[in-house]
């Protein structure tokens, strides 16, 4: 490994300050300029050293690719493209369960040179053996924080339009003007091409999520961040950069079916055995389905016809009893007290019986949503050039909001504080179909990794209706001992109506008693000595019980001031948490805190960037999530 360092130059004695830069410091709502400006650039100098070391290994690994297939031209790939879709498809997490839930980075490769971060600053860059010197670190970090803190999205594209457009901007990053007509400087502004390379190296080596995890850090260790012991979690969606197709799902991935239920083609050919040393040919016995009062009668056997005129006839009687058979079971399928239709000759006569049972239905293909396959190459013939098929949006699937309310796109993690708008960690999913209350436990589990001091001061989460599982809780409260407190979600339970108190109609799929004028009750408390449930009748505007008016009056409420009292029994609400039940006032104060997850998310995709993405892949993906999380930690370092 080779070590490079530099001689320290003399700052220069002489600043100047242009008139735009006055302008724009007496501005109050350009935040990013107060922002640069004010920055520390000792706070990134690791950050810069790991950049120059990745930018020499990445050159030096691109230089000996192109001599090796130049050298050793690489066999053609075997594959096609409709196997590699079906082995794309089945690496997703919502299919493979050894697949992680939240997206990991791969390890960046190991550098082939070690820089000093002391001996990195802005302006300066380490010497090089050969070529050019490369572009700043310093200068170009700017340039993506300041565009995402104008609020565009900080891709290379939106970062080049910005420096060239605003010369203003350009100069407070640290770039210099280009001349017209004369050579062009390291200080000038980069090209398109460099400042895709810069974001291409920081994201393939994780450096965006370095920088913004050091950010975070200094943050809660300086204390401009105070720890609760309440944390929110949400998940939130990306509009992705390409196209869905809906694919059929491989026999691999179906749901195996159960042994008794397991039929192959072959099931009713003879099978030869040998007993006792002779040959026995066994087959299946075709069993035959009668009604109760048919079973005293004989059963004909079926023959095979022996010529084809007699198997015409059987053909034709096979028919007929089918379309008789249709005809019954249109009749059955009808109301007993409905008239029958007018000319409906079938209605007058009674339906033949047959023995013969109803075909079954064609069980319908499954389906999946799923990005293109693809090749990343230019290539003449690319079913048959030597690069390999790639999944063209790896981590993009169809987002469930609601019933009919799908998106296509990306789907992240996030997670803060109850009382501090902040985010505090972000990550993509693997795959945006998986539920949403698969990311939690991974990701507290990350977010401890990456923070240690904060477990054992955390206790609590709150989460929407999709965490509202009793394992899920189970696990959280044994592993970390952090209480999890979720809406309930009712899924496709249904209305309880037997065995109620008196004059309760029934309780609806969240546990609400309802009575029979239709008014939902109130929940009162928990009774420990009987194990029931409290609700009470509401009252009305005046403060006073609607028992008191009620015409239903006599057959359920017996008392004369107050209003009807029902006790639930918890075994009937399983559901509902004893020591603090979803209904109660209390739980629904706990999860009044919950919507400022919502705002954070406002402020992610809109203020400090956009929903829609402008590239492909998770590795794109989770680099957006981390320059928005430095950006905002930025700002709020500089705030406080």
């Known amino acids: 490994m080779v070590a490079l360092t530099h001689n320290s130059r003399q700052p220069p004695l002489i600043h100047f300050v242009e008139s735009d830069d006055l302008f724009l410091h007496d501005q109050v709502d350009v935040v990013w300029f107060d922002v640069l400006n004010s920055l520390d650039y000792h ?107 104008a609020g565009q999205p900080a891709e290379p594209e939106f970062v080049h339009q910005r420096l060239c457009e605003n010369p203003a901007f350009a100069r407070t990053c640290g770039f210099t003007i280009p001349r017209p007509g004369k050579p062009e400087r390291q200080s000038d502004i980069p090209s398109l091409r460099k400042l895709q390379q810069f974001d291409q190296i920081m994201t393939a080596a994780g450096l965006w999520g370095e920088l913004a995890l050091d950010r975070v850090a200094a943050n809660l260790r300086e204390g401009k961040i105070q720890v609760e012991s309440t944390l929110v979690h949400d998940t939130t969606h990306y509009h992705a950069y390409s196209l869905m197709k809906v694919v059929d799902l491989p026999e691999a991935a179906k749901q195996p079916i ?87 000759k079938s209605s007058s006569q009674a339906p033949k019986k047959t023995n013969r049972k109803a075909p079954k239905a064609t069980p319908k293909k499954k389906r999946k949503s799923h990005p293109r396959t693809t090749k990343n190459c ?74 240690p001091d904060l477990e054992g001061l955390v206790t609590r989460v709150l989460d929407d209706g999709a965490a509202d599982d009793v394992q899920l809780k189970a696990s959280l409260q044994g592993q970390f001992g952090i209480e999890l407190l979720a809406p309930i979600n009712p899924r496709r339970r249904q209305p309880i109506r037997d065995g109620l108190p008196r004059g309760i109609d029934h309780l609806t799929p969240r546990g609400v008693p309802v009575c029979q004028a239709g008014y939902p009750f109130e929940l009162l408390g928990f009774r420990k000595a009987t194990e029931h449930f409290l609700f009470r009748a509401p009252q009305d505007a005046a403060g006073a019980s609607v028992c008191q008016g009620c015409v239903l009056r006599e057959g359920c409420y017996r008392g004369e001031s107050n209003g009807r009292v029902a006790t639930i029994s918890a075994d009937r609400v399983p559901w509902l948490d004893r020591d603090m039940p979803q209904l109660s006032k209390r739980f629904g104060k706990a999860m009044a805190r919950r919507t400022s997850i919502e705002r954070l998310h406002k402020l992610m995709k809109f203020d400090l960037g956009d929903d829609r993405l402008t590239k492909r892949g998770n590795d794109a993906f989770q680099a957006r999530l981390d320059k928005t999380l430095l950006a905002m930690h930025v700002l709020l370092s500089h705030e406080c």
């Open 258 to 344: 159960p042994s008794h239920d397991k039929t192959t083609p072959n099931d009713k050919a003879p099978v030869v055995v040998k007993l006792d040393g002779q040959p026995v040919v066994v087959a299946r016995v075709e069993v035959v389905r009668v009604p109760v009062h048919q079973i005293a009668q004989p059963t004909a056997a079926k023959v095979p016809p022996a010529d084809s005129s007699l198997a015409a006839a059987a053909t034709n009687r096979t028919a007929a009893r089918e379309k008789t058979a249709e005809i019954s079971g249109k009749a059955a399928a009808a109301p007993t007290n409905s008239p029958p239709a007018k000319n409906d």
């Open 378 to 451: 230019r290539c003449q013939d690319r079913q048959h050039c030597a690069h390999a098929w790639v999944n063209a949006d790896v981590g993009a699937g169809t987002v469930v909001k609601s019933t009919g309310k799908m998106y296509w796109g990306h789907k992240a993690s996030t997670l803060s504080f109850a009382d501090q708008e902040v985010l505090l960690d972000a990550v993509a999913m693997s795959d945006a179909a998986s539920h949403d209350s698969q990311s939690l436990l991974p990701h507290l589990s990350r977010l401890f990794d990456r923070h």
């Open 43 to 149: 706070d990134f100098q690791a950050t810069a050293a790991h950049y120059y070391e990745q930018l020499f290994t990445f050159n030096q690994q691109q230089k000996q690719q192109r001599i090796e297939r130049r050298e050793n031209p690489p066999p053609p790939n075997p594959e096609t493209q409709t196997q590699a879709t079906q082995r794309t498809l089945l690496e997703r997490a919502t299919l493979d369960e050894r697949a992680p839930a939240l997206y990991q980075r791969p390890q960046p490769t190991a550098p082939l040179i070690a820089v000093a971060p002391r001996e990195v600053v802005p302006g300066v860059t380490p010497p090089r053996f050969a070529g050019r010197p490369p572009k700043c670190f310093f200068a170009m970090l700017y340039s993506f924080l300041g565009t995402t803190l």
